[in-house]
C-alpha cells in the first residue's frame, strides 16, 4: 500500500514533478479521496467565498509518495480563537481568544478574520469581512478550535 497523506489542506513546497506549472512550490492544495476507489487525488482551489476555498475537476491522481511527503499539512478553514492578543503596527489589537475565521490565500499562507458583532443590527449574528490578516505558521499551529457549527437554511 502506498504511504499517502490524509485527506485535507496543504500547501506545497516543492513543485510536483510532471505538473509543475500546476501544482508549483508555495501552493495552496487540497489532498481528496476518490468515491468510485480511484485513490488520492491532489487539486487546486477553484472559487472563494465567504473566506472559503471550494475545489472542483479537474484533480490530478496522487501517485508519488516521495512529493506527498513533502507537502506541509494545514488546519482546516474554519472557526477558532485566538490564543494570544495580536497588536498591530499603528495600534489596534485583537484580544485573546477573539473568535476569527481562517481561510488562506492560494499561496497556502493564513489568513484570520475576526468575528464583529453588530450592535446596531437586528440579527444576534457575527459577521465576518472580507478582508483579513495574514498570519505566520507559528500562529497558524496554535489556533484553538471554535465548536460554531453549521446550520443549514431551508430555500
Not at 481528496?32 to 467565498?49: L, Y
Not at 505558521?137 to 453549521?150: G, Q
Amino acid at each position: 500500500m502506498i504511504d499517502l497523506p490524509d485527506p485535507g489542506l496543504y500547501r506545497t513546497t516543492q513543485p510536483m514533478p510532471g505538473h509543475e506549472d500546476e501544482f508549483p512550490s508555495g501552493a495552496l492544495v487540497y489532498v481528496g479521496q476518490s468515491q468510485n476507489g480511484g485513490g488520492k487525488f491532489v487539486v487546486r482551489p477553484a472559487d472563494n467565498r465567504r473566506n472559503r476555498w471550494f475545489w472542483r475537476d479537474p484533480t490530478t491522481p496522487l501517485r508519488s509518495p516521495t512529493w506527498a511527503r513533502t507537502l506541509k499539512q494545514l488546519p482546516s478553514e474554519g472557526f477558532y480563537t485566538l490564543p494570544e492578543p495580536v497588536e498591530f503596527e499603528g495600534g489596534g489589537r485583537w484580544v485573546k481568544n477573539a473568535v476569527v475565521q481562517l481561510g488562506y490565500n492560494e499561496s497556502g499562507q493564513g489568513i484570520l478574520f475576526v468575528g464583529e458583532w453588530r450592535d446596531d443590527g437586528e440579527e444576534n449574528a457575527l459577521y465576518f469581512g472580507d478582508r483579513g490578516l495574514l498570519i505566520a505558521d507559528d500562529l497558524l499551529e496554535r489556533l484553538n478550535w471554535a465548536a460554531i457549527l453549521p446550520v443549514q437554511t431551508k430555500r
